[in-house]
């Protein structure tokens, strides 16, 4: 039993170092991407109302939604592992699709630290700080 333990803590370490070389690489990716206001939006566009193909749509919100559920659970895992895990829980959420998900986006944003972190990813990407949510 003692070496099917040790094989799961290895498995745990090599997801664990795989998860932070990943977010290091996507969540500055994917944060200077974003447009600067794009905590402070009246509307948001819904790309699959538009969308000529609606398989495609469907195919690709699907996938959107699966890949921000990964990066939430990463994130909540490298809250208490090696990581940044409350940005890549942030951006999880910045890609999934439910009720309510733009009022989360501010307030989470809005929390001391967050917005400045994320401004920094955008600095050194060498693009304008986010605008802050107004309310």
């Given amino acids: 039993m003692d070496q099917h333990l040790e094989m799961i803590v290895l498995w745990a370490g090599v997801l664990s170092l795989l ?3 990943a977010t290091a690489v996507g969540v500055p990716w994917v944060v200077a991407r974003l447009p600067r206001d ?9 790309w699959r109302l538009v969308a000529d ?16 559920a990964l990066l939430v659970l ?7 592992t ?4 409350l940005l890549t829980l942030l951006v999880g959420l910045l890609l999934m699709n439910f009720p309510g998900k ?22 050194r990407r060498g693009r304008p700080p986010f605008d802050p949510p107004a309310y």
């Fill in 102 to 123: 733009y009022q989360l986006e501010r307030w989470l944003v809005s929390r001391r630290g967050v917005l400045a972190a994320l401004n920094w990813l955008r600095r």
């Fill in 82 to 85: 090696p990581g940044q895990g």
């Fill in 74 to 80: 990463l994130g909540a895992i490298m809250l208490v």
């Fill in 19 to 21: 998860a932070l070389v």
């Fill in 38 to 46: 794009y905590f402070n939006q009246t509307h948001r566009a819904v």
């Fill in 53 to 68: 193909e609606p398989w495609y749509a469907l195919l690709l919100g699907m996938l959107k939604n699966l890949l921000g």
